[in-house]
């Protein structure tokens, strides 16, 4: 199976300012890299597939860049609703795995 | 509006079989191209992708789970079941169900709707 490694595990930050997140494949995955956000009492949400695609609905402010192992998730001017758990996951081979998480704290 | 709802006992005993269903709306299975994943997540632990299935009843499952994990879905094609053998105290963990996105030509493993989640705990 692929591994993911993410970083960082946390991150803590003020709205208005901009975050990275990476994620570390452990062979190529092409492009083929989703990031989803998770809130609690809320269902998990699509943000971006196929590496820098966003979903629709995704604001703009988040981007995602990088292609074979390496991969960033960036969210810019963070917006209070932006504070949450994220995961990415590869889509390119069986079976999908996911990333350990990076959990986006309120500074 | 596209939902997804998961039910499951809540609690069982090891050993036990455990039997999950996810209930829907807003799209048929019956679709082209539509799949339907099983997802589970121990708490504070990051997210393990279980089995699918398609709109033709092709069924795809996580070999290191394979042997104990049988996925199906109703003739209405409304309702997808999932069925794990002998569980122990490993398998205790929220289970979700969601739906690829109908985007032509996209992975069958990219989710963009999933259920809220259904709690199970296996204890004795």
């Known amino acids: 199976d692929v591994q993911m490694t993410q970083s960082p595990s946390n991150l803590a930050a003020s709205p208005g300012e901009s975050v990275s997140i990476n994620c570390k494949a452990s062979?190529?995955?092409?492009?083929?890299l989703a990031w989803y956000q998770q809130k609690p009492g809320k269902a998990n949400k699509l943000l971006i597939y196929?590496?820098?695609t966003l979903q629709s609905g995704t604001p703009s402010r988040f981007s995602g860049s990088g292609s074979g192992t390496d991969f960033t998730l960036t969210i810019r001017n963070l917006e209070p609703e932006d504070f949450g758990l994220y995961y990415c996951q590869q889509h390119n081979e069986y079976p999908p795995t996911f990333g350990a998480g990076t959990k986006l704290e309120l500074k | 509006q596209v939902t997804l709802k998961e039910s499951g006992p809540g609690m069982l005993q090891p050993s036990k079989t455990l039997s999950l269903t996810c209930s829907f709306s807003?799209?048929?299975?019956?679709?082209?191209?539509?799949?339907v994943s099983w997802i589970r997540q121990p708490s504070g632990k990051s997210l393990e992708w279980l089995a699918a299935i398609d709109w033709d009843g092709d069924k795809y499952y996580n070999p290191s789970l394979k042997s104990r994990l049988t996925v199906s879905k109703d003739t209405s094609n409304t309702q997808v079941f999932l069925k794990i053998t002998s569980v122990d105290i490993a398998d205790t963990a929220t289970y979700y169900c969601?739906?690829?996105?109908?985007?032509?030509?996209?992975?069958?493993?990219?989710?963009?709707?999933w259920g809220q989640g259904a709690s199970v705990t296996v204890s004795s």
């Open positions: 196929s590496g820098s």
């Open positions: 969601a739906r690829r996105p109908p985007i032509a030509a996209i992975s069958l493993y990219v989710m963009d709707a």
């Open positions: 807003g799209f048929s299975l019956s679709t082209s191209g539509m799949v």
């Open positions: 062979k190529s995955i092409s492009k083929y």
